[in-house]
């Protein structure tokens, strides 16, 4: 069974810093069947990053998504206050077909 | 612009069923795996099962083999979630997803608004 380990469980940063957020896979992931979603109060989850590194249908230039195998990685140049929210990771296609990380809170500092 | 409406909020006893579906509308049903995926209370996101209509046969996270119950019918462009036994733990949000790859499952683009089960004596 695949397992995702995202790292940190909470991030702080001001507006205008960079993120970088991290996803561990325990067994190797196609980069093709790895994705990203933001998740912000109340609301369902939102398709950021599709495929390790290719954006989503309006997601900013900002986000980009990087990484193969084992670790992943989603990166957030300068970040706007909109972009505070909880973000996951997700495997789809292995065993089982689909299995999401645990997350990571970007939190305004 | 195809949208997924989901059914409205349930409150269940423990041991009882519950059946949540899933309207699509604006685009094409059958060839989309729809999956499922519940938010308990403060935590994250977790995979239940998933199905593509068009093939019927639905695949289930193993935390749910037996409990669990996925079904599509594409002249209505609904899925249906229904999950027996219920007990306190199955509080959650429930959420519909599609997939974003026709006759694959692939990263999900579109997702319901979500269907809150309250578990509770």
């Known amino acids: 069974e695949t397992v995702l380990t995202q790292s940190p469980g909470t991030l702080s940063l001001s507006p205008g810093e960079r993120a970088t957020l991290s996803c561990r896979a325990s067994?190797?992931?196609?980069?093709?069947?790895l994705a990203w979603y933001q998740q912000k109060p109340g609301q369902a989850p939102r398709l950021v990053m599709y495929?390790?590194?290719n954006r989503a249908t309006g997601i900013p230039d900002r986000f980009s998504g990087s990484g193969s195998g084992t670790d992943f990685t989603l990166t957030i140049s300068r970040l706007e206050p909109e972009d505070f929210a909880v973000y996951y990771c997700?495997?789809?296609?292995?065993?089982?077909?689909?299995?999401f990380g645990q997350g990571t809170k970007l939190e305004i500092k | 612009q195809v949208q997924l409406v989901q059914s409205g909020a349930e409150v269940k006893k423990p041991g009882s069923s519950v059946k949540v579906s899933c309207k699509a509308s604006?685009?094409?049903?059958?060839?989309?795996?729809i999956s499922w995926v519940r938010q308990a209370p403060g935590q994250g996101l977790e995979w239940m099962g998933g199905?593509?209509?068009?093939?019927?046969?639905?695949d289930y996270a193993q935390k749910f083999q037996g409990r669990l119950t996925i079904t599509a019918d594409d002249s209505t462009s609904t899925a249906y979630m229904e999950l027996s036994s219920l007990r306190s733990e199955d509080t959650a949000v429930y959420f519909c997803?599609?997939?974003?790859?026709?006759?694959?499952?692939?990263?999900?683009?579109?997702w319901g608004q979500g269907t809150v089960v309250t578990v509770s004596s």
């Open positions: 997700q495997q789809y296609g292995t065993s089982p077909l689909c299995s």
């Open positions: 604006g685009g094409t049903f059958g060839n989309y795996a």
């Open positions: 067994q190797s992931v196609s980069s093709s069947y």
């Open positions: 997803a599609r997939s974003s790859v026709a006759l694959a499952n692939d990263a999900f683009d579109i």
């Open positions: 495929g390790a590194s």
């Open positions: 199905i593509i209509p068009i093939f019927g046969t639905a």
